[in-house]
C-alpha cells in the first residue's frame, strides 16, 4: 500500500464548478501537509501549505485536513479554465525537508 | 521569488552514454532534491542533499549519483543511460520543509 493515495482523475468539469480533490494516508505521524499545482511541462509549484488538522483559506482556495481520517481535500471554488492543471498533495513528518511524500497527482480539466 | 534552474528543457541521449543534469538556485537555500517523474508512478526521489558535499540517497538511486560542490549547484549524473531512465527529471530545493520545495520547470531525458 501506498503511503498516500490519490485518485489520477482525470476529472472534468464546467467553469464555475466546485472542485474537490483528495488525498488519503496511512502515516498517523505525517502534519504537514501541501498541495501543488503542476501545468503541461513545467515543475510543480506549492500552491496550498497547512500544518496539522483544520481549514486553510487562500482566494478561491481552501485546503483541509482531517487527521483523524487520515484525510486531504482541496477545494476550488468558481473554478476558471487556467485552474486545468495536475494537482499533487503532499506530506512530511518533520519541519525538515527530508521524505515529503507527493501523491501521483489528479488531472483536473475545467470546461469553458 | 526562488528560482530553480535546470540547464536543459529536452535532452536526447544515446544508450551508454554519461548524461549530466545540472540544477542551479539563487536564494541559498540549504536542501535540494532530485526526483523523476513518470506517469502513473507519480514522483521518485533520487537523491537528496542538505549541504554542499553532503548527498544522501533516495528512494531509487540505481544508475544514478549526484555532486554538489557549491551551495547553489546540485548535479544529476547518469553513469551509463539506459533505455528506462527516460522520464522527466525535476530539481527542487527548500529552506526548510515548512516552506515546502521550489522546483525547477524539469528536463525531459530521452535515451534512446
Known amino acids: 500500500q501506498k503511503e498516500v493515495e490519490q485518485d489520477p482523475g482525470p476529472l472534468s468539469v464546467p467553469e464555475g464548478a466546485i472542485v474537490s480533490l483528495n488525498c488519503t494516508y496511512s502515516n498517523s505521524a505525517f502534519q504537514y501537509f501541501m498541495w501543488y499545482r503542476q501545468y503541461s511541462r513545467k515543475g510543480p509549484e506549492l500552491l496550498m501549505y497547512?500544518?496539522?488538522?483544520g481549514n486553510k483559506e487562500d482566494g478561491r482556495f481552501t485546503a483541509q485536513v482531517d487527521k483523524s481520517s487520515k484525510y486531504i481535500s482541496l477545494f476550488i471554488r468558481d473554478s476558471q479554465p487556467s485552474d486545468s492543471a495536475t494537482y499533487l498533495c503532499a506530506m512530511n513528518q518533520y519541519s525538515s525537508a527530508s521524505k515529503i511524500i507527493f501523491g501521483s497527482g489528479t488531472r483536473l480539466s475545467i470546461r469553458p | 521569488d526562488v528560482k530553480v534552474t535546470q540547464s536543459s528543457r529536452y535532452l536526447v541521449k544515446r544508450t551508454g552514454e554519461k548524461v549530466f543534469l545540472e540544477c542551479v538556485q539563487d536564494?541559498?537555500?540549504?536542501?535540494m532534491f532530485w526526483y523523476r517523474q513518470d506517469p502513473g508512478l507519480g514522483l521518485r526521489l533520487i537523491y537528496f542533499s542538505y549541504d554542499v558535499k553532503m548527498k544522501e540517497k533516495g528512494d531509487i538511486p540505481e544508475g544514478y549519483s549526484v555532486s554538489r560542490e557549491k551551495k547553489e549547484r546540485f548535479s544529476l549524473i547518469l553513469e551509463s543511460a539506459s533505455t528506462n531512465q527516460t522520464s522527466m527529471y525535476l530539481c527542487?530545493?527548500?529552506?526548510?520543509?515548512?516552506?515546502?520545495?521550489?522546483f525547477g520547470s524539469g528536463t525531459r531525458l530521452t535515451v534512446v
Open positions: 527542487a530545493s527548500s529552506l526548510e520543509g515548512r516552506d515546502g520545495y521550489t
Open positions: 536564494m541559498d537555500h540549504e536542501n
Open positions: 497547512t500544518y496539522s488538522s
